[in-house]
């Protein structure tokens, strides 16, 4: 592998202009962010602001870092971002990399946050938490990609948080402001969007607008709402990809009770918990630098004709060729003839003819909001089994429940995720679609919830789920199956067509469902 010397990175995908220099470690960066006056960032403003800067920034950092003849690279965001400031940033990037006479990099600006947080803390193959403005978003390394396990569905975080703070009057950003009234408040209910691996967060901004409560109590429930919501779906990737570690980054990571949350459920999980430096969290050049000069080394730039930017570029659309090694997932507990495998929610029990699943308490959740969900989950779970059987969907008999317990039939056999073959997918795409046409979202559609007992799929884990016969949240359930096909197989798009097809044979309406998950599939992130 080559070694290459310093590489010059440069960050404007939105709010912040920033440059900086990194060699075998970081040697200079400098950073001028931009600030409206009232509301939120303003595209062409933002732009304009890192036009009439960008000179002065990146002469500070080469300055400092003395020796302009040794840049090697010029790195830049290339996406996902606000596009007028993207093509701000990769004009003068290109203008650098030709007046140099140095290979241009263009870096996707959420893995540079995950690669920047791996440098800086040390940990190896994490489940990341990235929560930013405009993103929210669970990443984990597999399969040559980095993969979305889940994300948000409307807005990111962060401009969730800031929303609400316009709505009250409080200054930009309304993150920090946040965070000190919640410090005096109390808990109220508030609505709490989980769906599956992904989740939402525009009803719950629209519930604390309208409260009459006390402003420091609305704050501290928006908080307690929110990440308890992220929480919850980092800790879902952390048990289904069987990783160890938990990475924050993104803007919103400088929160103590956000980091607070994540360290208890790592800790619940015996798992480790990181998050770096406040300078390495938000947007900066040093982690486009540092992820630019990886690349790099590892052969990967990117020619003039392919540098235009990508507004909407994910994470799972980069092969990252600078990776390898992923951790496998936990294998179950045997004792004394019963298995024991621990979940996201609840901890299950094999026995020899039964199972039981007993919802846990979650440490880091406000004690109201955790009994009130477990009582809620538990209750609704097994109400909607029963539907789901009667609708001609095979599911565990149920034999007895408690407030936070469900004893029920033991289904031997393997998760669809261990077996997945096309007419195994094409079968679960017909189960899914006489779910759907019963009016019932499963909520938690993913290839580990389907097991496949003597070739025929058998739906478990109802705990998600509802009644609903609206086209959005059936969009939502096939797109959450969609998803965790793509983190677990390279064949994702031939098994997709399968589900399908299966799925078009149950149900009539399948074919406005299958658009409305593309429409939530193409919905942008920076709103």
């Not at 609206?470 to 998803?483: A, L, N, T």
């Amino acid at each position: 592998m080559p070694v290459f010397g310093p590489v010059l990175g440069i960050e404007g995908t939105a709010w912040n202009l920033s440059a900086a220099v990194f060699d075998t470690s970081l040697r200079a960066i400098c950073s001028r962010p931009y600030k409206p006056l009232q509301g939120g960032i303003h595209p062409r403003e933002a732009a304009q602001h890192h036009a009439s800067e960008l000179k002065s920034v990146i002469t500070r950092v080469l300055s400092d870092f003395g020796d302009t003849s040794g840049i090697e690279g010029i790195a830049f965001s290339i996406g996902p971002g606000l596009g007028p400031c993207l093509r701000t940033v990769a004009t003068a990037s290109r203008s650098l990399s030709m007046a140099l006479g140095v290979p241009l990099i263009g870096v996707n600006h959420c893995i540079a946050h995950v690669e920047i947080g791996r440098y800086a803390t040390g940990c190896d193959d994490p489940v990341t938490l990235y929560a930013s403005g405009a993103n929210t978003q669970v990443i984990g390394y597999l399969k040559s990609r980095y993969r979305i396990f889940g994300e948000t569905l409307d807005i990111g975080l962060g401009n969730a948080l800031d929303k609400f703070a316009r709505s009250k009057g409080l200054p930009h950003p309304g993150g920090p402001i946040i965070e000190r009234l919640a410090g005096t408040g109390s808990y109220i209910e508030l609505p709490y969007t989980v769906k599956g691996m992904d989740l939402a967060f525009s009803g719950l901004v629209s519930a604390a607008k309208d409260s009459r409560a006390s402003i420091e109590d609305v704050c501290f429930s928006l908080q307690e709402t929110a990440f308890a919501m992220c929480v919850e779906v980092t800790e879902r990737a952390l048990a289904h990809s069987g990783k160890e570690e938990v990475l924050l980054v993104g803007g919103v990571g400088a929160n103590r009770r956000l980091r607070d949350m994540l360290q208890i459920m790592a800790e619940e999980r015996g798992a480790t918990f990181h998050v770096p430096d406040t300078g390495f969290l938000g947007d900066n050049g040093a982690m486009i630098a540092y992820t630019g000069k990886i690349m790099l080394e590892h052969g990967v730039s990117t020619t003039l004709a392919k540098s235009h930017v990508n507004p909407s570029f994910r994470v799972d659309q980069v092969d990252v060729v600078w990776r390898s090694g992923e951790t496998t997932p936990s294998i179950p507990i045997h004792h004394e003839g019963e298995t024991t495998a621990i979940g996201a929610e609840a901890i299950v029990t094999i026995g020899r003819d039964e199972v039981c699943k007993k919802r846990q308490g979650k440490g880091y959740r406000s004690p109201d909001l955790d009994h009130q969900l477990i009582h809620e989950r538990t209750r609704s779970e097994a109400r909607l089994i029963s539907m789901a059987r009667r609708a001609g969907v095979p599911t565990p008999v149920i034999r007895d429940i408690t407030e936070d317990s469900i004893r029920m039939e033991k289904i031997e056999g393997l998760m669809l995720r261990e077996c997945m073959e096309p007419h195994l997918v094409c079968e679960a795409g017909r189960m899914v679609g006489r779910l759907h046409r019963a009016g019932i979202i499963h909520g938690d559609l993913t290839t580990s919830n389907i097991l496949v007992r003597n070739d025929r799929c058998v739906l478990i884990d109802f705990g998600l789920a509802q009644v609903s016969s609206e086209v959005e949240p059936r969009g939502v359930d096939i797109h959450v199956f969609f998803q965790t096909l793509e983190s677990m197989v390279q064949n994702h798009e031939s098994l997709r067509h399968c589900f399908i097809e299966g799925y078009c044979e149950e149900f009539d309406q399948a074919g406005e469902v299958i658009t409305r998950e593309q429409e939530i599939l193409q919905r942008g992130r920076y709103l």
